[in-house]
């Protein structure tokens, strides 16, 4: 039994708060079990050690004293009394005497299921004859609960419970809609001193810092915290944790692929008194978010959206314009990016109309305003799906990254801009997050759209007044790309161009051929890897196959962390001046990480894994670093020199940690070099007691 002397008073000698018994029954003893953290609406046990002849319980009459914030006040709801009554009522704060004996008072106590989350004050009213005394009980702190039915975050669910609540390891989907990669992610919201940082964040806001009083009274709603916390993930507007960064040079921060979990990202903004840790991209900001969510104990999950549309004017449209040799112009501030990562939080919406409780999107990478404020949502994704962008908060947004239609042009460098295609189902595909109970895919989609060229499509588009674009006629020439998968980092990459001729003549045509290097975020950079042009006679009703091959010598000095190459074909009818345009985006694969258990994990004694590594590159590699993180495995990181790794050099290494937490826990390996960035393996390892 855990025992807290608060110093010894006139009244009350000591106060038993029963961290551990209390917190196990909380689902909070990950974070810790030597101070009371409790769940709201739900019932917890201290006993109260009086001095002696201090408490009469004929003429004495108890009253117990809840409050939170600088300036806490009943009129607020900052400051509760309730004296002790017959029975419990779940629907506000109440006490009820357990037994008294020898001046030992035990107490059965239930917090409000509408609380304010936080630091908690208990305070002892004395009420005598004669005298009101006070006495401090202690200190205690108050967090969301998903497990009582009135609390507005509630989810009757436990698997998904707990994946979505104490599931401290996860996955956040990557790559492109093609060849979806999973990378492993460290939540390590219980690691027991990010509680305290998590409520830092929220004590650093603007609003906090303009009106603290305000800010503590508006702490029981999940829509005001949510939006907190997706303002204060990036530091655009803020002292908020994430400096967001796409282009080199990284060399004053961690370049965002090198993060393996969100615990050294929330240290860091902690240690260095709250300045931007350097530097996060869409996914860091989404886990990071994600991480002080669930510790504050609402069911959250990270979310991926394929073919992601970034809509600046509102327009529901993005334009892409090429030249005639099938390069980006990149004059749009509209983009699509291959994927793009934001968080779904579980929630009522009462400050709504019925039926957008659920699901609600939020969106912590800084891209548009929302009412002045660098974030987004919460938007109910019932509300996105059904095209009612009436709702709050940042629907019409978020409903154009899953259903904005795209146009293509191209823009010759004599003559007007020609529109060369369209496409209404480009955008918002196979939108991911991880499976509960499991480290697989679960697709979404269907969440967000209804089926392509359905009735409820239409009516949703109809709904958010979206103007479709007008029915397109039927190409007589078409081009496509086929690049057969998987495609090996190192190997060369074998493409087809299948160019159609639908029409009843012969067509000479000039096949434009490009590769360059792409980033997720969609610009180019007009980095060409490689440019092939053909003419080519396509007979009438046939179609036509041009192969071609991209060696590594080509494109191994273009890659980044994300191993994205755009392809495009643009073909050109001598004759008519007719013509057709594709693009497709390739992820490459890195080599693999293998990692193996050396005998059984056992909870605080030393457990040993091997790690594998094989150099399939035509190249050395030179300047190898392995990076070790598991939430219960290792406190912070572990990182591990390798030197040079020949081609087909395949390098083992025995690395030891001792596991501090039993249960299901991942480890996640990161190898850096100076060829390769960030390639990520892990492993789940069952940690005995």
Same mark, same amino acid.
Request: with cysteine; glycine share 6%; aromatic share 10%.
């Given at each position: 039994m855990a025992s807290t002397d608060f110093g010894a008073g006139r009244i009350v000698s000591y106060v038993d708060f029963h961290c551990g018994k209390n917190n196990r029954a909380h689902r909070t003893t990950e974070i810790s079990t030597k101070r009371l953290i409790i769940r709201r609406g739900q019932t917890f046990h201290i006993t109260i050690h009086f001095n002696k002849n201090q408490y009469d319980t004929d003429n004495d009459r108890l009253i117990l004293v809840a409050q939170t914030g600088p300036e806490p006040s009943e009129t607020s709801g900052t400051k509760i009394l309730f004296p002790l009554t017959d029975s419990i009522n779940k629907r506000r704060w109440s006490a009820v005497s357990s037994s008294f004996s020898r001046g030992k008072l035990s107490l059965e106590m239930s917090s409000s299921p509408n609380a304010k989350i936080g630091h908690h004050v208990l305070i002892l009213q004395k009420l005598s004859l004669s005298q009101t005394e006070n006495c401090h009980l202690g200190e205690f702190v108050v967090l969301f609960n998903p497990w009582c039915p009135e609390d507005e975050v509630y989810l009757n669910d436990e698997e998904k419970l707990k994946e979505y609540v104490l599931n401290e390891q996860g996955i956040v989907f990557t790559g492109c809609?093609?060849?979806?990669?999973?990378?492993?992610?460290?939540?390590?919201?219980?690691?027991?001193?990010?509680?305290? #940082?998590?409520?830092?964040?929220?004590?650093?806001?603007?609003?906090?810092?303009?009106?603290?009083?305000?800010?503590?009274?508006?702490?029981?709603?999940?829509?005001?915290?949510?939006?907190? +916390?997706?303002?204060? !993930?990036?530091?655009?507007?803020?002292?908020?944790?994430?400096?967001?960064?796409?282009?080199?040079?990284?060399?004053?921060?961690?370049?965002?692929g090198k993060w393996n979990g969100s615990v050294a990202i929330l240290r860091q903004w902690n240690n260095n008194n709250y300045q931007p840790v350097c530097y996060g991209q869409c996914w860091v900001f989404a886990a990071v978010a994600c991480t002080v969510l669930r510790c504050l104990g609402i069911p959250t999950r990270v979310v991926t959206n394929f073919e992601s549309a970034h809509d600046t004017n509102g327009n529901l449209t993005i334009d892409?314009?090429?030249?005639?040799?099938?390069?980006?112009?990149?004059?749009?501030?509209?983009?699509?990016?291959?994927?793009? !990562?934001?968080?779904?939080?579980?929630?009522?919406?009462?400050?709504?109309?019925?039926?957008?409780?659920?699901?609600?999107?939020?969106?912590?990478?800084?891209?548009?305003?929302?009412?002045? +404020?660098?974030?987004?949502?919460?938007?109910? +994704? %019932?509300?996105?799906?059904?095209?009612?962008?009436?709702?709050?908060?940042?629907?019409?947004?978020?409903?154009?990254?899953?259903?904005?239609?795209? !146009?293509?042009?191209?823009?010759?460098?004599?003559? %007007?801009?020609?529109?060369?295609?369209?496409?209404?189902?480009? !955008?918002?595909?196979?939108?991911?997050?991880?499976?509960?109970?499991?480290?697989?895919?679960?697709?979404?989609?269907?969440?967000?759209?209804?089926?392509?060229?359905?009735?409820?499509?239409?009516?949703?588009?109809?709904?958010?007044?979206?103007?479709?674009?007008?029915?397109?006629?039927?190409?007589?020439?078409?081009?496509?790309? %086929?690049?057969?998968?998987?495609?090996?980092?190192?190997?060369?990459?074998?493409?087809?161009? #299948? #160019?159609?001729? %639908?029409?009843?003549?012969?067509?000479n045509c000039t096949l434009k051929f490009c590769a360059m290097k792409k980033k997720y975020n969609s610009r180019s950079k007009r980095k060409f890897i490689k440019k092939y042009q053909e003419e080519i006679t396509i007979r009438p009703g046939e179609d036509t196959t041009v192969e071609l091959e991209l060696t590594y010598a080509e494109y191994g000095e273009c890659l980044d962390k994300y191993n994205l190459i755009r392809l495009t074909a643009l073909i050109i009818d001598g004759k008519t001046k007719e013509s057709a345009f594709t693009l497709k985006d390739i992820s490459l694969i890195n080599p693999n990480i293998k990692i193996q258990v050396l005998g059984t994990a056992v909870m605080s004694k030393k457990l040993t894994v091997r790690i594998n590594f094989e150099n399939l590159l035509p190249v050395e590699l030179n300047n190898g670093v392995f990076t070790l993180e598991g939430a219960g495995l290792i406190d912070g990181q572990m990182e591990i020199g390798i030197g040079k790794i020949n081609p087909g050099e395949v390098i083992a290494k025995e690395i030891s940690f001792i596991p501090s937490k039993r249960g299901l826990k991942k480890l996640t390996v990161d190898f850096d070099c100076d060829k390769l960035k960030d390639v990520k393996g892990y492993l789940n390892i069952d940690v005995q007691e």
């Open positions: 809609a093609d060849y979806i990669q999973g990378v492993p992610w460290n939540f390590g919201q219980f690691e027991e001193d990010i509680l305290d #940082i998590c409520l830092k964040l929220l004590d650093n806001s603007p609003k906090h810092l303009k009106n603290p009083a305000k800010d503590y009274m508006r702490r029981f709603d999940p829509v005001y915290i949510c939006r907190t +916390v997706s303002a204060m !993930v990036n530091c655009n507007d803020d002292n908020g944790i994430l400096f967001g960064k796409w282009d080199d040079p990284y060399t004053d921060g961690v370049y965002p892409n314009e090429y030249d005639d040799e099938g390069m980006d112009l990149e004059r749009s501030t509209d983009s699509i990016w291959n994927f793009h !990562v934001w968080i779904e939080s579980w929630m009522a919406r009462f400050d709504l109309r019925r039926g957008n409780d659920g699901w609600q999107v939020l969106d912590p990478t800084p891209q548009e305003k929302s009412e002045g +404020v660098y974030c987004c949502g919460p938007a109910p +994704v %019932k509300a996105i799906k059904e095209g009612e962008i009436d709702m709050r908060y940042d629907v019409p947004f978020i409903y154009a990254e899953v259903n904005a239609d795209c !146009v293509t042009w191209m823009c010759p460098e004599k003559g %007007k801009r020609i529109k060369i295609d369209s496409d209404t189902k480009h !955008v918002g595909q196979k939108i991911s997050t991880k499976c509960v109970g499991s480290d697989e895919r679960e697709d979404i989609t269907d969440n967000y759209k209804h089926p392509e060229g359905s009735s409820l499509e239409r009516y949703a588009f109809k709904t958010a007044d979206k103007r479709r674009l007008p029915q397109k006629p039927k190409k007589q020439l078409d081009v496509y790309l %086929k690049a057969d998968g998987p495609n090996y980092n190192g190997a060369n990459i074998k493409v087809s161009a #299948i #160019i159609s001729n %639908k029409n009843s003549m012969t067509k």
